[in-house]
């Protein structure tokens, strides 16, 4: 089992900035890929960013340019550091962490509201 703890998230103004994390422990030695999603009321959940073990990042065109996801070393969290906010960058974000070779493991974290508004 892996446990994903997330942190950050809250309110911004257009133009403005926000950090996500996402802890993971437990039996992270299966997790091959980390990175985030996040569902808009109404829409279906979407890939924000993801980083592989090795740090090789992937990003939805709409987020690429102003959002920069990095991590240390595979016991490291995770950040989302997400610039130049947009209202419709508005949702809930959600950590996932999973592995390549077995679908079975996939984990998500609770989720953290980001509200984008003027």
């Known amino acids: 089992q892996v446990q994903l703890v997330e942190s950050g998230g809250g309110s911004v103004q257009p133009g403005g900035s926000l950090r996500l994390s996402c802890a993971a422990s437990?039996?992270?030695?299966?997790?091959?890929?980390m990175g985030w999603y996040r569902q808009a009321p109404g829409k279906e959940r979407e890939l924000v960013s993801s980083i592989t073990r090795d740090g090789v990042p992937n990003y939805v065109d709409s987020v690429k340019g102003r959002f920069i996801i990095s991590r240390g070393t595979s016991k490291s969290p995770v950040y989302l550091q997400m610039n130049s906010l947009k209202p419709e960058d508005t949702a809930v974000y959600y950590c996932n962490a999973h592995s390549v070779f077995d679908s079975t493991i996939t984990y998500w974290g609770q989720g953290t509201q980001v509200t984008v508004s003027s």
């Open positions: 437990g039996r992270v030695s299966d997790i091959d890929v």
